[in-house]
């Protein structure tokens, strides 16, 4: 009969554990040793923060000192992998419990590490034992493919671990799975003690109402791939990138293949060093991609969202989440990735194009996750959605055609504002479009000699003429497609004929001469 191998090896690494990971894992030992033998305890700590060193050094001294076995259980073969290597520097011998495992040499070891379809699926099938298991410990817990096998362990003590304790479905508040939550360090105290790096956020106004919300809460991939596909969107993009991160290694996330491999054309199409990559690729596909990332000083990788979890590469400058999200972990998760310190690197550039900072706040912001996870619906149901977020832009011509109008100190004309006041004095809502159009027509006369180049310089303010038409028809209720898009080439019809009628008197007004033959 062959002996189960509880005994420790000698610890591989040198990795000393710092003071708060010391701390978090004295008192989850605390917690072992004053709960009940089945108690769930969910630990939080951001991402860099070094969840897996934390757990695999709690591994091994719960192996110490218990005659109990361990199961560790992640949700990508990515993580299973890292997490069997990590623990094998702490010198704990593990087993691997794959879809080509064998395992008729189960009893040897005191350690499992699995992924979840495929332990679900060998426990059904009675293929591990588990009644020896006394610690199970679950990595990003707050994934709900989990609970669906803790009725296989009612006798065992569970730890989850997760940068972010919400539940993504407010059906399944992860209140409902776990006992109590202790909160970590804060990404502020680990960014000020040099443990992650600062994010250096570059966000932009977006107009995202024509987004839906699919069933599991988040804005759908077809929806997102009609905007973000768009010329315009992908020529925004290109703007900033080219603005804040040209030249430096960036990482994009897209909500879906199809957007990526857009992205990935433009990008390709404009000179510059860029990959595309999604899970379809084969293991090697993959793996060649990542090390042409990781080598390549200007890499741009552009991808979906198989990189938010399992994927660590410190050298990485800038993240452009080319998407908007309903869920507060995955934009965590997103920007961790480029919040890992390295050398020289204290600070990483973030380019938001999904309005997630105004939904969700800075990255790093001070959230209470007590609260957060005692209260999941209270906190869910005080995100912004899209038009409330939209009702506060302030929206700017672009700096190109800025340009345009060099000698007009003002150019934005609050719509909503305008309306209000209106509306106050008993006014009709046509008087904001008429005082819209002179406004326009005067900034035009202001940087023109003659009515031609006004009528030339009001073709460059459709972008802005859209907006204005949007903000209105948001104001009178009434936004049908068809409507808005007759206001906006009645608008364009009626600055034109108000340029030709007024030129002289305003030219005149604006430089106290008439304009010149």
């Not at 702490?90 to 040897?108: H, I, P, T, W, Y």
């Not at 600062?198 to 929806?223: P, Q």
């Amino acid at each position: 009969m062959q002996e189960t191998v509880f005994e420790l090896q000698d610890r591989k690494t040198d990795k000393e554990l710092y003071s708060y990971q010391q701390g978090a894992i004295q008192q989850i030992f605390d917690k072992f040793d004053s709960e009940r033998d089945d108690y769930h305890l969910l630990y939080q700590l951001p991402t860099g923060g070094g969840k897996t060193v934390i757990f695999s050094e709690i591994v091994r001294q719960y192996l110490k000192n218990h005659n109990k076995k361990v199961l560790v259980m992640t949700h990508r073969i990515e993580l299973c992998n890292q997490t069997s290597t990590m623990l094998t520097s702490f010198g704990v011998v593990n087993k691997v419990v794959n879809s080509k495992a064998n395992l008729d040499d189960q009893e040897r070891y005191s350690c499992y590490v699995a992924m979840v379809e495929t332990l679900n699926n060998r426990l059904n099938d009675d293929q591990l034992d588990i009644s020896d298991v006394g610690l199970v410990i679950i990595d990003e817990a707050h994934y709900n493919s989990f609970t669906k096998l803790f009725k296989f362990f009612e006798n065992s003590f569970v730890l989850g671990v997760t940068a972010t304790p919400l539940s993504s479905n407010k059906d399944l508040p992860m209140n409902k799975n776990y006992d109590e939550l202790i909160p970590g360090e804060t990404i502020e105290n680990l960014i000020a003690n040099d443990f992650l790096a600062r994010a250096e956020v570059f966000h932009y106004d977006m107009g995202l109402t024509s987004l839906e919300i699919g069933s599991n809460g988040d804005y759908t991939v077809k929806s997102s791939a009609d905007l973000y596909t768009s010329p315009a969107m992908l020529s925004k993009l290109l703007e900033a990138y080219t603005k804040h991160s040209k030249g430096k290694k960036t990482l994009i996330f897209n909500n879906g293949i199809e957007t990526s491999i857009q992205v990935y054309h433009t990008f390709q199409a404009a000179g510059l060093n860029i990959m595309h990559l999604d899970n379809t690729a084969t293991k090697k596909q993959r793996k060649q991609i990542l090390k042409w990332f990781k080598e390549t000083p200007d890499a741009i990788l552009t991808s979906v969202s198989i990189l938010t979890t399992g994927f660590d590469e410190p050298t990485i400058d800038t993240i452009i989440l080319n998407r908007a999200t309903k869920s507060l972990t995955l934009y965590y998760q997103m920007i961790g990735r480029g919040s890992r310190v390295l050398n020289n690197k204290s600070k990483f550039t973030v380019i938001d194009l999904g309005n997630n900072l105004y939904r969700f706040g800075p990255w790093g912001a001070d959230l209470d996750w007590g609260a957060i996870f005692k209260s999941p619906n209270f906190y869910m149901d005080r995100i912004r959605d899209d038009e409330d977020i939209e009702s506060d832009f302030k929206l700017e011509l672009s700096d190109e055609v800025k340009a345009e109008f060099k000698n007009s100190k003002e150019t934005y004309f609050d719509i909503k504002e305008t309306y209000e006041t209106a509306t106050f004095a008993g006014e009709s809502s046509k008087v904001v479009l008429e005082r819209s159009i002179a406004q326009h027509a005067y900034i035009c006369i202001e940087n023109s000699e003659d009515v031609y180049d006004a009528i030339a310089l009001a073709k460059l303010l459709k972008e802005d003429i859209d907006n204005r038409i949007h903000v209105y028809g948001k104001c009178i209720s009434k936004s049908t497609y068809n409507f808005l898009s007759w206001l906006k080439d009645d608008y364009q019809k009626k600055l034109n004929a108000y340029l030709r009628e007024n030129f002289d008197s305003v030219f005149e007004e604006i430089h106290g001469h008439p304009p010149e033959d």
